[in-house]
């Protein structure tokens, strides 16, 4: 089934530990994208990917770090957690041309909880 | 700023009709979107507006003024399976999206 698809599902981390969520999709998008979505509040954008080997920095970048080096990978590190970093993470792609640059694709999402 | 208001919950009976309002304050503008998600799920894409009026898709429609920084869902003939958060989002200049907080739609028999 195409699509994207995030590991792990959940998580409990103790703070100050490293963590890699992991996120690949088959559908050929040429972008990227990974959101924290934090209640009461909207879907904020923490790094976004144009294309293969590119990133760029959203809303929250800090504390985050993405890298790009296929189309279909994008994987977001945690490089020292905080308990603020406490959030459900979605993981999006779409076309970069056309109609379907305006459609995003979200991934079921990946619960993390710092402790 | 940039920001995108919608109210936090509504509630509705199954089989009527249900309007959910958002009104948008973004630099630039390039299209107003509405996600739907399910408790525990991802959002899934609705409709997307550019240009003002209405856009009907089944029994979902949306409608957009530009100059007046306002759309709105609409759902009739409302189902239980309707329940679940709608998302709206704009996209500003930069063609990034500022997503509203959600609005929680609870459907009563």
């Known amino acids: 089934i195409a699509g994207i698809t995030q590991a792990p599902t959940s998580q409990i981390l103790a703070a100050g530990r490293r963590m890699t969520l992991r996120c690949t999709q088959d559908?050929?998008?040429?972008?990227m994208y990974w959101y924290r979505q934090d209640l009461g509040l909207g879907l904020r954008l923490i790094h976004y990917s144009n294309t293969a080997g590119t990133t760029g920095k959203g809303e929250v970048p800090d504390g985050y770090s993405v890298s790009r080096a296929n189309t279909d990978d994008f994987p977001l590190t945690l490089a020292s957690a905080v308990p603020s970093q406490t959030s459900v993470y979605f993981c999006a792609s779409s076309d970069s041309t056309g109609v379907g640059a305006n459609v995003l694709t979200f991934g079921a999402g990946s619960r993390l909880t710092v402790l | 700023g940039q920001n995108i208001d919608q109210p936090t919950e509504m509630t509705a009976t199954e089989g009527a009709i249900v309007q959910i309002n958002c009104t948008y304050q973004?630099?630039?503008?390039?299209?107003l979107f509405w996600y739907q998600q399910h408790a525990g799920e991802a959002p899934t894409f609705l409709s997307y507006n550019v240009l003002d009026g209405l856009e009907e898709k089944g029994r979902f429609s949306s409608f957009l003024s530009r100059s007046k920084g306002y759309s709105y869902l609409l759902l009739k003939e409302l189902q239980m399976k309707d329940s679940a958060s709608y998302l709206c989002a704009g996209k500003d200049s930069n063609y990034q999206l500022i997503w509203g907080a959600g609005t929680k739609l609870i459907i009563k028999p």
């Open positions: 559908m050929r998008h040429n972008a």
């Open positions: 973004t630099s630039g503008f390039n299209g």
